[in-house]
């Protein structure tokens, strides 16, 4: 399985920016893909996942009525969209899959390091600027 990220740039506060991911090799659709984020001098922690099979999506408190996760054109095909950022928002974002994971995996991932996904991309910079 391989996992790709992209999309990440200087974005002015209050701006949009879209990310993308592709993951390739996953078997079925039994799987969530999720977005990651780590700041300097923070832990890295999940803020929006998306169940495959079903397509129910799930976000943190922070970026909940801002950020979108959605199903791409593509197959496996993941995108974050981002709106109204704000510069805490700031970070390198990671894409992520995990295998056999689906509601029960969004839910107990997010807030975490996402400890059961177990494909990475190697991750896309956001910079919000004021």
């Known amino acids: 399985v391989e996992v790709v990220d992209s999309g990440g740039e200087v974005v002015p506060v209050g701006g949009s920016l879209r990310l993308t991911c592709i993951a390739s090799g996953l078997p079925n659709d039994e799987y969530a893909m999720a977005w990651f984020r780590q700041s300097p001098g923070k832990e890295r922690e999940g803020d929006s996942c998306?169940?495959?099979?079903?397509?129910?999506?799930y976000y943190t408190d922070p970026v909940k009525g801002r950020f979108t996760v959605s199903r791409g054109n593509g197959n496996n095909t993941l995108i974050l969209q981002m709106n109204s950022l704000k510069p805490e928002d700031t970070a390198m974002y990671y894409c992520?899959?995990?295998?056999?994971?689906?509601?029960?995996?969004?839910?107990?991932?997010?807030?975490?390091?996402?400890?059961?996904?177990?494909?990475w991309g190697r991750g896309t910079q956001v910079t919000v600027s004021t």
């Open positions: 998306l169940a495959w099979k079903d397509g129910q999506t």
């Open positions: 992520a899959a995990g295998y056999r994971l689906g509601r029960i995996g969004c839910t107990s991932n997010l807030d975490s390091p996402g400890p059961d996904f177990g494909y």
